[in-house]
């Protein structure tokens, strides 16, 4: 496996490593190469390695001896993606019986270079992989353009294009709650679904990362992405397996039947300071007049046999009010009420928490208790899988724990097709092109609300309102 000593490795791919080598999935023999194009000998970066996965491990096992092990699969490898300085060094330090994966945590202009390189020195076999992260791509171009230059060098089962979204624990719960009961599905659609709204709100801001972000936006940082994935996986109709392939191609269905977004059907925003001295998003990203968003809210029409009349509600922000990432499924009123409108009536909500506090709840109408007249409330069938998987359960895999072992044991399913990403940018275009073209500038929100008042207004139209963001 090659990796680089940038941010992700240090906060993720070396933490998730190590603890996936913790429960020995990571079998000895195996090598961990670090790839940059810094000087550093193997000493300094078992020493970096060894600092993040102390701070970003949780601790586990650190002081056992088995990070010493761990720390004896790495090594360091100078290499100089335009030149051909340190590949062939690199190329000694892999072994013919061993998976190779190569880890492109690097900009999207080098992935190219790289590709080439690892195929003219002879580096890439059939078998091997290559992983890459996010953005893939700017835009339906750069994307497009991006699949070809990896076509290049690697077939499409050998590209692992990352949404770290897909490797949550509750985002793959998502596909258990509904195919592996029998409960939801049958209600699953435009006859019983009033509408969806899917959350997913932040309570950090653009951080140290300002320089990236005021380029991409909530729209493409966040929309494109993460809550495109939510979303096929909330209206995807079955598919025939759990595979690898079955599943994208419904995935890619859902993004193809989506229609475009009429402009007032889209709000954004951008946060001001908050009360606590955080800079406002305009100081964090060191750029006065920018009018990139940092919110996003929007109307989806899947416009399908199933969802046609049922809009998904979109929203997603940084600087909200709580972290809370959260599914809300609202079934429609009951056909007619058989106690009458002075006992109330109220709305069926399955509400699936992706994050914090992962777990389901279902609002359910009863009578409330006490003689008297039949008066009815409605009451939360609450499970938090926390609870429900016992205090023994051991602490959810990071995403990046699950979609590396993936990738080592060859296993698609949970990354993205190059045809869905140029889908969900097909998509997305129109509306960033929609906002240039009017010279649109993002409504300000106050740091720590659930983002600018204009977005009730989306909901309002129709009659709804939006469910409250709750830690
Ligand atoms: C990343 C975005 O992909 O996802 C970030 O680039 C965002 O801007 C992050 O903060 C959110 O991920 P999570 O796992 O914290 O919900």
Known sequence: ??????????????????????????????????????EMDNAGYRQMAAEAIREFAGGRHCDDGTLDTFLD???????DARGERGWTELKSLLTDDHVRSF???????????????????GMTTPECRVVVEKPFGHDLETARALNQTLAAHFEENQIYRIDHYLGKETVQNLMAIRFGNLLFEPLWNSQYVDHIQITVAESVGVGGRGGYYDTAGAMRDMVQNHLMQLLCLIAMEPPAR?????????????????????????????????????????????????????????????????????????RTGKRLKARSSVINVVFKNLPHSIFGEEAGSHTNILSIRLQPNEGITLRV?????????????????????????????????????????????????????????????????????????????PKPYESGSAGPGHAEQILARDKRVWIGIAP
Request: glycine share 8%.
């Open 1 to 38: 496996m090659g990796i680089t000593p940038g941010d992700l490795a240090r906060r993720k791919i070396l933490p998730s490593l190590f603890k996936r080598y913790c429960s020995r999935q990571i079998p000895e023999g195996s090598a961990i190469i670090g790839v940059a194009r810094g």
């Open 73 to 79: 699969l790495l090594h360091y490898q100078l290499v």
């Open 103 to 121: 880890y492109f945590s690097v900009a999207p202009g080098l992935f190219g270079d790289l590709a080439e390189r690892l195929h003219l020195h």
């Open 242 to 314: 759990f595979d690898p392939d079955a599943v994208r191609d419904e995935k890619l269905k859902v993004i193809r039947a989506l229609q475009p977004v009429a402009p007032h059907h889209i709000v954004r925003g951008q946060y001001g300071p908050g009360e606590d001295d955080t800079p406002d998003y305009r100081t964090a990203v060191d750029n006065p007049r920018s009018t990139t968003e940092s919110y996003v809210a929007l109307k989806a029409e899947v416009e399908n046999w199933r969802w046609a009349g049922t809009p998904f509600y979109l």
């Open 365 to 441: 109408t009863i009578k409330e208790p006490g003689p008297g007249g039949m008066r009815l409330i409605d009451v939360p069938l609450d499970m938090t899988f926390a609870d429900a998987l016992g205090p023994d359960g051991e602490d959810p895999p990071d995403a990046y724990e699950r979609l590396i072992m993936d990738v080592m044991r060859g296993n698609q399913t949970l990354f993205m097709r190059g045809d869905e990403v140029e889908a969900a940018w097909a998509w997305t275009d129109p509306i960033i092109a929609n906002w240039e073209a009017r010279g649109d500038v």
